[in-house]
């Protein structure tokens, strides 16, 4: 069956610009967590998502990140006025229950480059 | 900040040698997770384990979770090239139901 999808796989930005990433969870999966991962280093949780409900976003690093998930399927993480420590490789997870404990499935990621 | 230091950072080794990589925190963990990350793309999960002293086996590996549960191995008997990739582990601390936290990882090489 499909797997966690992520759109662009890759994104080139000028510092200053504003960037969008797409994630298409598995179908019916009900919770989505954002990542963030530097290069050399594990992923650092951003966000979470319980159907269309953002119940944590205590990860997002400043008020430029902001994510979305409307209708409770396909999210999306926007970064605003992008710096240079912006770049990273950005992963979606999904899992299929509200219990965070759940397995997450992860997408390849979206590798973001901001020069 | 909860941390969970893994080590060593990059270990390459020779086909058919057995190595073993470590996570460690100074905090306790309700459960902890090891994940395999190839190039391009995200983290596989490999293996949860729950219980302090719990020893779980998947082929040639083999986890264990310290009685504590602060710290945690994974020890590959007989490496592969095919075992070459990021060894991640990620725990979920007690109080935090969803918030998974990753080390930073060992960097494998299998040589052939």
């Known amino acids: 069956g499909a797997g966690v999808s992520q759109s662009p796989r890759y994104k080139v930005a000028k510092r200053g610009q504003d960037v969008a990433l797409r994630c298409d969870p598995i179908?019916?999966?009900?919770?989505l967590f954002w990542y963030q991962q530097a290069l050399g280093q594990g992923p650092e949780f951003l966000t979470y998502f319980q159907n269309e409900a953002q119940l944590d976003k205590s990860g997002l690093p400043s008020d430029r990140f902001f994510a979305e998930r409307p209708e409770g399927s396909v999210s999306t993480l926007k970064i605003q006025r992008t710096q240079q420590e912006d770049s990273a490789v950005y992963l979606c997870?999904?899992?299929?229950?509200?219990?965070?404990?759940?397995?997450?499935?992860f997408g390849p990621g979206t590798r973001l480059t901001v020069l | 900040t909860q941390l969970l230091e893994q080590s060593p950072q990059f270990l390459s080794i020779q086909e058919g040698e057995n190595l073993t990589v470590y996570c460690n925190s100074s905090?306790?963990?309700?459960?902890l997770q090891w994940y395999r990350q190839e190039p391009g793309e995200g983290p596989v999960l490999l293996v949860t384990?729950?219980?302090?002293?719990e020893v779980k086996k998947l082929k040639r590996l083999t986890f264990q979770f310290g009685d504590a549960r602060k710290d945690s191995s994974l020890h590959i008997t007989a490496a592969q090239p095919g075992d070459t990739g990021l060894y991640l582990c990620a725990g979920f601390f007690s109080g935090s139901a969803r918030q998974l936290t990753f080390g930073s990882g060992t960097q494998l090489t299998v040589l052939p």
């Open positions: 997870a999904s899992s299929p229950s509200g219990q965070g404990r759940d397995t997450q499935y």
């Open positions: 384990v729950v219980t302090g002293g």
């Open positions: 179908s019916g999966h009900v919770s």
């Open positions: 905090s306790v963990f309700s459960s």
